[in-house]
C-alpha cells in the first residue's frame, strides 16, 4: 500500500456490490437509490433550499454510478466528497434552517443510527450490510428533513 489516497481510491473493496458481482444484489440496490431520490422530492416538499435538494441528487447519481462501476476511482471519489457534502447539509439544515427546539430528539436518535451505520459499514458481511447503509442514510436525511 502506497498510502496516497489515490491509491487507496483505486483500491476498492473487491467485494463491493456491483452489476457483475450479483444481479439480484444491483436491482436491491437500484431501490434504494429510487428511495433516497424521493427524500430530493420531500426536501423540495418541505421548502428546503434548491441547493439541497440538488445535493440529494447529484449525490445519489454518483452513488449509483459508483455502484454500476466501482472500479472507476474518479466516481468513488464523487460519490465519497458529495456525501460528505450531504452529511453536512444535514447538519446545516438540522441545527439552523428548522427553527425548533426539537433538534436534541433527533441527536438522541441519529446518534445510535449512526453508530449502528459505522458498524454496519466496517463490518464483515460487507455485501449484505451494505443496503442497511443506504437505508440508514435515507432515515438520517428524513429525520432532517421532517
Given amino acids: 500500500m502506497t498510502g496516497t489516497f489515490r491509491s487507496l ?8 456490490p456491483t452489476w ?9 440496490l437500484f431501490f434504494v437509490h ?10 423540495y416538499w418541505y421548502n428546503l ?3 439541497y435538494v440538488f445535493l ?11 455502484h ?16 460528505i457534502m450531504v452529511i453536512i447539509a444535514n447538519l446545516y439544515i438540522l441545527f439552523t434552517l428548522q427553527n425548533r ?7 438522541i436518535v441519529g446518534a445510535p443510527v449512526v453508530v449502528l451505520a459505522f458498524f454496519l459499514l466496517f463490518s464483515s458481511d460487507y455485501q449484505r450490510h451494505h ?14 428533513i421532517t
Fill in 20 to 28: 457483475p458481482n450479483n444481479k439480484n444484489f444491483f436491482f436491491l
Fill in 34 to 43: 429510487i428511495l433516497h431520490l424521493m427524500t430530493a422530492v420531500l426536501a
Fill in 131 to 144: 443496503i442497511y447503509w443506504h437505508l440508514l442514510s435515507i432515515l438520517i436525511i428524513l429525520i432532517v
Fill in 9 to 16: 481510491l483505486r483500491k476498492g473493496n473487491h467485494n463491493h
Fill in 49 to 51: 433550499p434548491l441547493l
Fill in 68 to 83: 454500476l462501476k466501482h472500479s472507476r476511482w474518479l466516481l468513488r471519489l464523487a460519490d465519497w466528497i458529495f456525501s
Fill in 101 to 107: 427546539s426539537e433538534w436534541i430528539m433527533d441527536l
Fill in 56 to 66: 440529494l441528487i447529484v449525490q445519489t447519481l454518483f452513488s449509483f454510478l459508483y
